[in-house]
């Protein structure tokens, strides 16, 4: 299968069981389980089960345990989407062309509704039926995702970027700010998969764990380059939304052209990374060009 | 050791471990640190952690795996009291006679301080140093948490209570919205310690969960009284908020009579579920006493 019939795949296959996960609530709350619907089927591209399945499928984890690890990912991403929309916070109308959670329902659904995202992300894994190897690991996987969501990850990264706005940040700080932001919950695809390998190194976990750094924050500047460059239509959200909020962004702080040459040595960071493991890394190398290619 | 010397010991020593928790994260962000403290050390009544040591005891649970559940749960705790007390969600400014975490921080950072308090009520959970017998059971303890903690517990019960605000409900609906909303998290005190004790039979856990079950109502009863005859400063908050936001409330759907002979009610279905269990339920017995009986 090429590697745009995988993702397609992937995005069928996560779009249907994350319904499922819904359609398996009660019905007691019925506004907030649209909510949650509604922010886990929005659109999304299903980056993150993709990275999980490309990763999983390189070191030969079983399709249940790299499920299991994707829905979880996606209602902690989801959640974080909901909450970073919130007046409070960004004020987002839009995502991904549709209204947002506060927009479509009400604020204080929309806070509901990712509150109890995140509490599915560790039911769901805490509950998920894995393999007996993964089973031993679960409390593993379970420390892994707690930790990129909260304080030492993603709160924390959203954050930093909260009190620093409008502020004059150092480039290590801003990357130290999307490292947590973003990246934390890229790096714990990569690492929640790792802990469920029967036989990864330690060697290629570390060059793995490198590369999801790398693509994490190339992630990121595409999405600064895109603020600035790119086609509100495409994006689904107006363009320039970042400067407007007085964002710190790779390219206010490098220029343009700075922002793209970052851009393509932590591509080339991640490629070299990948270049050091004992596996086809095609899909990986693909996974990359996926990321800072793509225009919305 | 009296019960009202092991509840002041409980407060001080859930005190002391949730500031060290706070204390051990990294310097990262540290606005977003100290509304966690705050969140987490507002002058808590520390009701859960006491039931948890109650039980812990009765059951011959090590310590340290009473104290990681506690932990745990007050952390879950603290999170949704400073979400319900937001703008969008109850408007309130004032809880325990301090601010609230959005009056002494801001929004963002009150909604922020509640998620990565979530997340690190996980994370402290499938960290802790735990018993052999209660580290084999981690994924149990995690899924009971996160279900009590989501939409089927905490966060259905608020959406209920926010959809059904203004709106005429059932006593039977008033009774399922709190067993969400309150109960589920008091019910998941008891669930937890279970799962980790090692001789407790089906029948007394079966006991044990009916008694958590009508304490956590009584407990929500007493509170909706307090809010028609009790005392704005001993409750540290304005009384008769409820009935100024219309919301469903026992003695509005009672009467203050019948609210009083339900309190009683469900306190003496809780003695009898106790009466049956082949323990001393001293302390368990004052612990329903403390909930019924307390002025704030």
Same mark, same amino acid.
């Given at each position: 299968?090429?590697?745009?019939?995988?993702?397609?795949?992937?995005?069928?296959?996560? *779009?249907?069981?994350?319904?499922?996960?819904? *359609? $398996?609530? @009660?019905?007691?709350? @019925?506004?907030?389980?649209?909510?949650?619907?509604?922010?886990?089927?929005?659109? &999304?591209? #299903?980056?993150?089960?993709?990275?999980?399945?490309?990763? &999983?499928?390189?070191?030969?984890?079983?399709?249940?345990?790299?499920?299991?690890?994707?829905?979880?990912?996606?209602?902690?991403?989801?959640?974080?989407?909901?909450?970073? *929309?919130?007046?409070?916070?960004? $004020?987002? $109308?839009? #995502?991904?062309?549709?209204?947002?959670?506060?927009?479509?329902? =009400?604020?204080?659904?929309?806070?509901?509704?990712?509150?109890?995202?995140?509490?599915?992300?560790?039911?769901?894994?805490?509950?998920? @039926?894995?393999?007996?190897?993964?089973?031993?690991?679960?409390?593993?996987?379970?420390?892994?995702?707690?930790?990129?969501? &909260?304080?030492?990850?993603?709160?924390?990264?959203?954050?930093?970027?909260?009190?620093?706005?409008?502020?004059?940040?150092?480039?290590?700080?801003?990357?130290?700010?999307?490292?947590?932001?973003?990246?934390?919950?890229?790096?714990?695809?990569? +690492?929640?998969?790792?802990?469920?390998?029967?036989?990864? =190194?330690?060697?290629?976990?570390? $060059?793995?764990?490198?590369?999801?750094? *790398?693509?994490?924050?190339?992630?990121?500047?595409?999405?600064?380059?895109?603020?600035? +460059?790119?086609?509100? +239509?495409?994006?689904?959200?107006?363009?320039?939304?970042?400067?407007?909020?007085?964002?710190?962004?790779?390219?206010?702080?490098?220029?343009?052209?700075?922002?793209?040459?970052?851009?393509?040595?932590?591509?080339?960071?991640?490629?070299?990374?990948?270049?050091?493991?004992?596996?086809?890394?095609?899909?990986?190398?693909?996974?990359? +060009?996926?990321?800072?290619?793509?225009?919305?």
């Amino acid at each position: 299968m090429n590697f745009t019939a995988l993702h397609q795949q992937v995005k069928q296959q996560t *779009d249907t069981s994350l319904n499922t996960l819904i *359609d $398996d609530l @009660p019905h007691d709350a @019925p506004r907030l389980k649209e909510a949650m619907r509604h922010a886990l089927l929005v659109g &999304g591209k #299903r980056m993150r089960p993709l990275l999980v399945q490309v990763i &999983g499928n390189t070191l030969d984890v079983p399709k249940g345990d790299q499920m299991a690890i994707s829905m979880a990912i996606e209602c902690v991403h989801a959640y974080s989407l909901v909450h970073d *929309d919130l007046p409070a916070m960004d $004020d987002d $109308d839009l #995502r991904r062309g549709q209204p947002t959670c506060h927009i479509a329902f =009400d604020e204080a659904t929309a806070i509901l509704a990712g509150d109890a995202l995140q509490a599915l992300a560790f039911s769901t894994l805490a509950d998920a @039926p894995l393999s007996d190897f993964a089973t031993n690991k679960r409390g593993e996987l379970l420390s892994v995702l707690a930790r990129a969501a &909260g304080y030492r990850g993603m709160c924390g990264g959203q954050a930093i970027d909260l009190t620093s706005t409008g502020e004059e940040i150092s480039l290590e700080q801003l990357k130290r700010l999307h490292n947590l932001k973003t990246g934390a919950l890229l790096r714990a695809c990569v +690492e929640m998969v790792s802990i469920v390998s029967q036989d990864l =190194d330690s060697n290629s976990k570390a $060059d793995l764990l490198a590369y999801a750094d *790398d693509i994490g924050l190339a992630f990121q500047v595409q999405d600064d380059i895109l603020d600035v +460059e790119g086609n509100s +239509e495409q994006l689904g959200k107006p363009a320039g939304s970042d400067i407007a909020l007085g964002k710190n962004t790779f390219p206010a702080k490098l220029g343009i052209e700075g922002a793209k040459r970052e851009l393509d040595k932590l591509h080339q960071n991640a490629l070299q990374a990948l270049a050091r493991l004992p596996y086809n890394t095609d899909s990986l190398i693909a996974f990359s +060009e996926l990321l800072v290619k793509r225009d919305h």
